[in-house]
């Protein structure tokens, strides 16, 4: 007997809890290592401590307004779903909020405060893959999930916070990143304009390598700016490719898969190399061969 669409979703809702209880379950607690929050850039500037790496947090202010009001005031990015207008509103607060949890965190780095940094931030992920979830499955799946997910978010801060474990919180973050290319490649999109999806990913991507060496840019820049604060730009640029998709995109009536238009592609590249191959081998004995062969192949070809 076939499963219905709820029970195969449901399916799939309680293999991915279970794996997470496998995974809390086998692998070790990761407490907060406390030179975290000695970052390479100390320099104070106007009486602001950590100057560079307090106010690299503006522009999550300013690209998150910008969000929130292109996404409520005129339906510019005609967002015809309840469920993409939640998330995405979810998402632009995530993101403007972003700007005064880091800069307050950054005034004094504690565990205290790096509570209110990472809480904007899991908004920000767990609205996205909501989001994500209504584009590239359905929108009843997609919106259902928005408030489990920002819950999760939620949650999992808590959880580092009381216990002094990190692994919910980092489950948080590797997700979306692993799951939003993935699926940007494999599955295919409702809009058009999908590869702005892998520039954001892109850049998030650099924003933690910059993260993970933050003295080793520091010095590379002459001790111009840090990993940390050039992280903030980099992140700040996930928004920014969000927003220029938002605005371009428009309904697809054929929905066709980045891999499979790239496998597509690639036959096609395949069969014009294949031709061609051909085409000069028949050349090839057109010159060694007699004139009768010759005639023949001047024909065909």
Known sequence: MAMSSRDQKLMWWGAALLLFVLLMLVTPKIPQDQSYHNFADRRNYFGIPNTLNVVSNFPFLVIGVIGLVLTLHGNTFALSLKGELWGWTAFFFGIASTSFGSAYYHLKPSDARLVWDRLPMTIAFSSVMAVFIIERIDEVTGRASLAPLLGAGVVSVGYWWFADDLRLYALVQFVPCVAIPAMTIALPPRYSHSSYWLWA??????????????????????FLASGHTLKHLSAAMVPVFIIIMLYKRNMRNERQSMLDRWKGQWRGTNAVRDERDTTGSKWRYYWSGSQEQAQSLVSET
């Open 201 to 222: 990913a892109g850049f998030y991507l650099l924003a933690k390598v910059l993260e993970a060496n933050d003295m080793k840019f520091y010095r590379w820049t002459k």
